[in-house]
């Protein structure tokens, strides 16, 4: 048992000093008001384990996996306590104590061992919703009352599920897309001198300023199921901003949910999978739509630090990460020829803004769209309730969060509510669905949203 507990580290955990400075700012200490459901609360529970003066019990579990993961309280913290990985090493003790006395779920080891670390089951379960759509099964549930007997989370969850592309569509996807319209020659010569270190280029600096840049897509796992068509509108954005997109083969989810849910050694196979799938590549920045994965992908020099044949492959593969938004920042402005006559406001991915920092560059793209009315929303910042697979695990939590979160979201009077995450985008749908905002408003994309201006 000792052997677990130290993996805690305990100089991050010894550098929070107890201030309470995180406290107004999570979600889970605002709902209940606990000290357990803070975290200050939580890192005293983590030091008292690390210490061996307190158990891994199911009380510490509980504690460990009522927290969202949101790390809004790394934004807050004035000691830089860096509160994401600390939680990550908490359930992964946990589940490591669980193998130990062998009682983790079988459930859980189906979903993390037989589906996530397999891309063609995880397109297969992609075919089989399709297949529930569109034969009307679906549709049927709904209107004999049918999908009552799914557990209510899973039940609220199918209402936010847009219908998913079908096998045929998913099958003519073209691995590589051209550069297209007239930015080309702008973007060779300021983008890629400006923003890539040399030491990642794949070719030598004349070289690469006679070839548009290639960006590699990361897909994401479940995002290219439920979002397929945001994918393949991410490659027609980085196309018409004069780039070649290429959707890397071989690639896997990204360890993100893995990661959060204490299986580390699973999220670090999947790291070194995606780390070779982009070495084969050959490309020149890898670029990621989802805030969560993003945030994911970038720590992968973090997760392989210690492994001395992975480190400085890791290493590269971050330099090259970048998300969409962050991205398009860098880029010439897009040539929208479509205006958006609507009022819109953003609702920040966690990942994005407190794992990424990356909050300025969507406002700055949507404010960029011509007819569009920019709405900041009040605590835009803080967590949706969505929180990867919270949303199911802790359902009443996350509605309670989402709840207040729609409140605020009606109030700013906009059509659209923008995310830069496919978990905040369903749990927005949701949200919308929720709080019978359905045909006043919708939940989009942000690459969806550029798209309709192009
Ligand atoms: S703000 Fe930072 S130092 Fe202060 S209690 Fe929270 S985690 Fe600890
Ligand atoms: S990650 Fe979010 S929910 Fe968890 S302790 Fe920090 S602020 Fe609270």
């Not at 075919?127 to 034969?135: I, R």
């Not at 070495?279 to 994965?293: I, K, L, R, T, Y």
């Not at 991205?327 to 407190?354: G, I, K, M």
Request: with cysteine; aromatic share 6%.
């Amino acid at each position: 048992m000792s052997q677990i507990v130290d993996k805690f580290d305990m100089d991050e955990l010894l550098n929070c000093m107890h201030c309470g400075f995180c406290l107004p700012t999570c979600p889970t200490y605002q709902q209940t008001g606990l000290e357990t459901y803070s975290p200050r609360g939580r890192i005293a529970l983590m030091k008292g384990v690390a210490e061996q003066k307190l158990p891994v019990d199911e009380e510490f579990e509980h504690n460990m996996y009522a927290c969202l993961g949101c790390r809004a309280c790394e934004t807050a913290c004035p000691a830089g306590v860096k509160y994401g990985h600390l939680i990550e090493t908490a359930r992964e003790v946990v589940e490591e104590t669980k193998k130990a006395r062998r009682s983790q779920s079988f459930t859980r080891k189906l979903v993390f061992k037989q589906l996530f670390n397999h891309p063609k089951r995880i397109q297969a379960v992609g075919t089989a919703l399709w297949a529930l759509q569109v034969s009307g099964l679906q549709k049927l549930a709904k209107e004999t009352g049918l999908m009552r007997i799914l557990p209510r989370e899973m039940a609220e969850m199918q209402e936010a599920v847009d219908l998913v592309a079908s096998p045929a569509t998913r099958s003519q996807r073209q691995a590589v897309v051209k550069p297209q319209g007239q930015q080309q020659v702008a973007f060779q010569t300021t983008i890629a001198s400006a923003h890539l270190s040399r030491n990642a280029r794949r070719d030598t600096p004349n070289e690469l300023n006679a070839k548009p840049m290639r960006i590699g897509l990361f897909t994401g796992c479940i995002m290219d199921v439920m979002f397929y068509e945001t994918n393949q509108a991410m490659a027609k954005l980085l196309s018409k901003a004069g780039c070649e997109v290429v959707f890397v083969q071989d690639q896997v989810c990204c360890g993100a949910l893995h990661a959060h849910s204490g299986e580390k050694s699973d999220a670090i196979e999947l790291a070194k999978r995606n780390i070779a799938a982009l070495e084969q590549a050959n490309v020149d920045v890898m670029v990621n739509n989802a805030g969560g994965c993003g945030a994911a992908l970038k720590e992968y020099d973090h997760w392989l630090k210690d492994d001395p044949d992975w480190a400085e492959r890791a290493r590269v593969f971050v330099s090259k990460m970048r998300d969409v938004n962050e991205l398009l920042a860098e880029l010439p402005p897009l040539e929208f020829t479509q205006p958006v006559h609507a009022r819109v406001t953003y609702q920040d991915s966690c990942h994005l803004a407190h794992g990424q920092g990356i909050r300025k560059q969507p406002r700055d793209l949507i404010r960029s769209i011509p007819g569009v009315e920019f709405v900041e929303l009040p605590f835009a910042d803080s967590c949706c309730g969505s929180a990867g697979i919270y949303n199911i695990t802790n359902f009443d939590m996350s509605m309670r969060i989402l709840d207040d979160k729609m409140e605020h979201v009606r109030g700013t009077k906009t059509h659209i509510v923008v995310t830069a995450n496919p978990g905040c985008l369903l749990q927005m749908k949701k949200g919308i669905h929720r709080a019978g905002l359905e045909g006043q408003m919708e939940a989009v994309h942000i690459v969806d949203l550029l798209n309709r201006a192009l």
